[in-house]
Each structure stands twice: as structure tokens, then as C-alpha cells.
């Protein structure tokens, strides 16, 4: 009995060490949001057209979106830059790479937050950008104009793209978003936070990166999935356990365990 028993037994011991080292996959890294056009999970994608070509590598859009979101009035969200004017190319393509970012990143887990609506059932909250892809941004546009401080609401759709609503005065933009920070807090409802962090901190999301250098912002994702895992607050309805790679044996092996160890003991003695 002395061979069976322990045959069993380091078996059964070879199976709990390699349950123990399983690393359970992080749901808030290498994801895709549950939204009107993005993938259910990322992947390479063959071609990303223009600006959302550095995320071709692994990506939540495909193709076609990654088209669309170059286009003046595109598919995506019926969406109009030109709603006081042509909207200059330096400051159009900061827009497009908002979008690019929005759509193809696999990197905004960590802010990826619940939303009731009809086209999406999940948006970003507060991702953290870097204060020179806010600046840009704000500098190349502040000579646009504009009607609203936000545009994700109150427009006026009456004829199936967005208008300035009634009453609203086409403004420059350095008057309605009169510094960075007001630009990428406000325009999107509080998508992005405006942070003094800088590009190759690694404590921030970069709309622009060049991808021969690698995706930046996965080691920012990285970084903010363990902060929200470890912060006090979501700690507090959090048991210990679910933190902790659970061991996925098939319970007749577990319920066996005990059994195994005592004909172990047994046949040692």
C-alpha cells in the first residue's frame, strides 16, 4: 500500500502546486468596453487606417472603425466637427486621435465605467491624461470655435447630425475651454482627468505614442489596476479570497485530497 499511497499523494501534491501558480487573469487589463463599436476582446488587426495605426498590434476596433473615425461626418456617431466653421486639420486630428484611443485601446480597464444608454452600456471615467497630449490638444484648437462646453448631450439632432441647440453663440474655443484642463474634463462629460503627469511616466495615458517604441499605456494600465485593487476603499467590500488566483480543480479531486493524505500517512507508518 506504502507505493500506491504515495503515488497518489504526490500526485495529488503536483496538482495543488500547479493549481497555486495559475495567475488569474485581471479583468481590468487587456480589455475591450462593451460599447457601439468595439470588439468583445482585443486583437491584432491586419490594417488600422492613419492615426490608429499604432494599435494594430492589439486592438478593440477593426478596420473599417478605424476608417470611419478619420471621416468628417462618419458613421461612428453621426458626428459633426464643423458645427461652427471648419474645424482646422491641427485641430481635427487630435479629435480623431481621441477617437482612435476610445475605440481601439485595449488599455482603459481600470476606468472603464457602467453607463445606461442606448448606443453603449459601458464609457471611460476620469482616464488620466498626459499633460503634453492635453496641452497639444488644446493649443492646436484654441482658435476654433464651438457652441458647447460638452458635447456628448444637448445638441440639437433635428436633421440627423449634430447642430448647435437654439440660442447658443459659436464662441472661440479659448473662451468656452479657457485652459487645458477645462478642454479634456469637460468636452466628453469627465472622460479624461487632466494630470500633471508626463508622457513616459507610466502614471499616464497617452492619446499619441509612437508604436515602434512599444504601447506606453499598458504599463499605466498595469499600474492603475493595482492601485484600484489595493486602495482602501474598494478593499473594504472585497474578502481576501477573491483577490487570490482560486484554484480551479474538479471538486471529486479535492473532496478526495483529504483521503489521499491520510492513505499517504497511513502507508508511511
Known amino acids: 500500500g506504502l507505493a500506491v499511497g504515495m503515488g497518489v499523494g504526490q500526485a495529488l501534491l503536483v496538482l495543488l502546486a500547479a493549481c497555486t501558480v495559475l495567475p488569474e487573469k485581471d479583468p481590468l487589463l487587456n480589455v475591450c468596453m462593451d460599447a457601439k ?3 468583445t476582446k482585443p486583437g491584432p488587426e491586419g490594417t488600422l487606417y492613419d492615426q490608429c495605426a499604432p494599435w494594430k498590434d492589439n486592438a478593440c476596433c477593426t478596420a473599417n472603425t478605424s476608417s470611419e ?3 468628417d461626418q462618419s458613421s461612428l456617431y453621426n458626428f459633426n466637427w464643423n458645427h461652427c466653421g471648419v474645424m482646422p486639420s491641427k485641430c481635427k486630428r487630435h479629435f480623431i486621435q481621441d477617437m482612435c484611443l476610445y475605440e481601439c485601446s485595449p488599455n482603459l480597464g481600470p476606468w472603464i465605467d457602467q453607463v445606461d444608454s442606448s ?3 459601458e464609457r471611460i471615467l476620469h482616464v488620466p491624461l498626459c499633460k503634453e497630449d492635453c496641452e497639444e490638444w ?3 484648437c ?3 470655435v464651438t457652441c458647447k462646453e460638452n458635447w456628448h448631450k444637448g445638441w440639437n439632432w433635428a436633421t440627423g447630425t449634430n447642430r448647435c441647440p437654439w440660442g447658443s453663440m459659436c464662441r472661440p474655443f479659448s473662451h468656452v475651454f479657457p485652459r487645458p484642463k477645462d478642454l479634456c474634463e469637460k468636452i466628453w462629460s469627465n472622460s479624461y482627468k487632466y494630470t500633471t503627469e508626463h508622457r513616459g511616466s507610466g502614471r499616464c495615458i497617452q492619446m499619441w505614442f509612437d508604436p515602434a517604441q512599444g504601447n506606453p499605456n499598458v504599463v499605466v494600465a498595469k499600474y492603475y489596476a493595482w492601485k484600484k ?3 482602501p476603499a474598494r478593499m473594504e ?3 481576501p479570497e477573491t483577490d ?3 484554484c480551479a480543480l474538479p471538486w471529486p479531486i479535492l473532496v478526495l485530497l483529504p483521503l489521499a493524505l491520510v492513505v499517504v500517512a497511513e502507508g508511511c507508518g
Open 138 to 140: 488644446w493649443e492646436d
Open 37 to 39: 463599436h468595439h470588439k
Open 119 to 121: 448606443w453603449r452600456r
Open 229 to 231: 485593487r489595493s486602495s
Open 142 to 144: 484654441k482658435d476654433y
Open 69 to 71: 473615425a478619420h471621416k
Open 244 to 246: 487570490k488566483a482560486v
Open 237 to 239: 467590500g472585497v474578502t
